[in-house]
């Protein structure tokens, strides 16, 4: 397991979900779900045309919500690919659109200062050689699947590995690869797993072309880190028992792909406490984009990335290089830290004060971090008993913050704690 420590100090990054299937704007499966075939589906290809594609603005949207690093698709199960693959023509530079639309954005992100990761589906709905399987638009269709009987999932290999070491020979330093997704076990009739990608060549290739690149838990095989999807872990992520790296992949609205009816979009004040809940239990956020079929990432999805980033312009420090911490944050809070800081994130808004147990006299000075105003602290007699107006003591351990009334107008307040 590689680790890197741009991974962990970053925290936050951002997924870009882009394909043809950004035309038909009803999710990025809707060839699986709506059982469409090659010949349904050219149409998609026939106008993909993203006129309005403006990769610097991309970069700079991720870089002012504060994410540092940005994952694009460069194939998703569709099969098209974004950028000019000398193994296949079903790609961008062969649609009206005409370009290599993969090369313009690694150069923005790396302009604004980010690391560059590749999403690349192991799924290809489009291969001739990808053997139909549960999970195939042609599942149901027996014709199709007799004519495709044959086809052989080792040729399907060999093209994939081509693919990606052109991605990792083409673009220069890729420093984060996700591959999506093995299915061998989960019952799906024709599942494919390690074997099929030959996984163990596959990523030993991938580390031969990109030392430092860190690879996910998709492969089949172990990765550098693990990938929960659409939920947020309970605690610290796990493998036989030893914590080990994980970020969560997220969604705006429940769909990836740009899905133009779907309108159950997350709040941003939710999207900050999903960051702050992962970071404090030892994790990362990916939040996702699905751009449109112009090339524009829709107006309400930059809202949220503008409101996220005027929390992150203000209250970064409480997630870049943060980590757990060894101190139980008091209910509707959770704790990050990063060496002699520890800071409160305050999810439920109390009444007039927190308790924060076991740590009595550990405090040195404590403020809001959005305005570094001064929050009082103090330790509570023990001994003192609960009476009309005043309150029985807490914890023996416990530090007493007195908090204002009113709740600071911020997505989570934080108060920053020198330990
Ligand atoms: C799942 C979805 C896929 C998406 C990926 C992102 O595998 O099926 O569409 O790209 O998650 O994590």
Redesign the pocket.
Known sequence: MQHHAWFSESRFGM?V?WGLYSLAARH??VKNRERLTDEDYQRYFDHFDPDLYDPAEWARLAKDAGMRYVVV?TK??EGFCLWDSAYTDYKATRTPCGKDLIAPLVEAVRAEGLKVGF?H?LIDWHHPEFPVDSLHPQRDDEAYKSAAAGRDISKYADYLHAQVRELLTGYGRIDYL?F??SYKEGGDWGGKGADDWRADELLATVRELQPSIIVND?LGIPGDFV?P??YQPAGPMTVDGREVPWEA?QTLNGS??YDRDNLDYKSPDLLVRMLVDSVAKGGSLLL?VGPDGRGQIDPRARRTLGDIGAWMRLNSRSVYGCGPSAFTAPPDCRYTQRGDRLYLHVFAWPFGHLHLPGLAGRVKYAQFLHDASEIRTRVIDPGQKAGLTTMGAPAPDALTLDLPVQRPDVAVPVIELFL
């Open positions: 997924f979900h990025e499966w698709t998703h199960h999403y589906s996700f999506d997704f998709r990938t999807e659409q992949c990836w792909g996702n």
